[in-house]
Nanobody, 121 residues
């Protein structure tokens, strides 16, 4: 299972970006998907998650500004980021809890390579 992110970049404070993450490979099912971020010198932190049924969870720091969604038919998760702040600057990583074919029903954690988001003040 491979995860490929896209949509990062440089934006001014107050601006918006939309991240996408497409999962591919020998996928039987995908359970939760989510976005995490890691700023320089800091630990990776949860941004938002979404279950296969559409239930969402957000970090307090992004509630009301970010929206996570997914297209199950495309095995893709999105993160719409509005009202961006300089403190949102980080590498954003896509995560999926997925069950590949041939795993006897076991699920595994998969990560994308990360996409840089930089918010200038």
């Amino acid at each position: 299972v491979q995860l490929v992110e896209s949509g990062g970049g440089l934006v001014q404070a107050g601006g918006s970006l939309r991240l996408s993450c497409a999962a591919s490979g020998s996928i039987f099912s995908i359970n939760a998907m989510g976005w995490y971020r890691q700023a320089p010198g800091k630990q990776r932190e949860l941004v938002a998650t979404i279950t296969s049924g559409g239930s969402t969870n957000y970090a307090d720091s992004v509630k009301g500004r970010f929206t996570i969604s997914r297209d199950n038919a495309k095995n893709t998760v999105y993160l719409q980021m509005n009202s961006l702040k300089p403190e949102d600057t980080a590498v954003y990583y896509c995560n999926a809890d997925a069950t590949p074919y041939g795993s006897s029903g076991l699920s595994y954690d998969y990560w994308g390579q990360g996409t840089q988001v930089t918010v200038s003040s």
